[in-house]
């Protein structure tokens, strides 16, 4: 499966911003899926994640209450809906599916997109 995520961009701090992960290859409806990010020199880390069905998911203690992760899987995507944005969020967040342990984890997943940049301003 291929994964393309989108949506990021500049905002100043409070705002929102929605990435969306667009799949492509095969139904995302046979897997887990979840977001993480990387800030510059810092580390790739778990922000989000979304069982199969949609019927589970999990955050970081960083976004609970500000970021919500759902997905479509009749449109074959998963979404990232992040609002009262920190500069702190300032990072380039991956989509990635199928992980094949904790989904918490950056390590479980096997197919991961290419990124998109959220830069928040103070």
């Known amino acids: 499966v291929q994964l393309q995520a989108s949506g990021g961009g500049l905002v100043q701090a409070g705002g929102s911003l929605r990435l969306s992960c667009a799949a492509s290859?095969?139904?995302?409806?046979?897997?887990?899926m979840g977001w993480s990010r990387q800030a510059p020199g810092k580390e790739r880390e778990f922000v989000a994640a979304i069982n199969w069905s949609g019927s589970t998911t999990y955050y970081a203690d960083f976004v609970k209450g500000r970021f919500t992760i759902s997905r479509d899987n009749a449109k074959n995507t998963m979404y990232l809906q992040m609002n009262s944005l920190k500069p702190e969020d300032t990072a380039v967040y991956y989509c990635a599916a199928n992980p094949d342990g904790r989904v918490t984890s950056t390590t479980s997943y096997r197919y991961w997109g290419q990124g998109t940049k959220v830069t928040v301003s103070s």
């Open positions: 290859g095969r139904t995302i409806s046979l897997y887990d």
